[in-house]
């Protein structure tokens, strides 16, 4: 038996749904990654990081320079 793994760009969010359908009918075992961009960070780890952000430009910490934090977030995960 052969097994074809086939990947799939989808730009519209509004036809996984159908492409599903589709699947399921024929009986199709498949994986849905819609994490193409990388890491997704939670409502917490935003929060936090604009706390952080707010924090430095405050004064109200010693940490590393913003530009240099965002600096290291871009290039982590764009």
Known sequence: M???K???SIPNDNDIA???EVLDRFGLDYEIDADDNGYIF???EIKNLVKTRQD???G???ARGWTDVEQGLNGAFN
Do not use: G
């Open 2 to 4: 052969c097994i074809t």
């Open 6 to 8: 086939l990947t799939v």
């Open 18 to 20: 159908f492409l599903k």
């Open 42 to 44: 939670s409502e917490a």
């Open 56 to 58: 430095y430009i405050d």
């Open 60 to 62: 109200k910490t010693t």
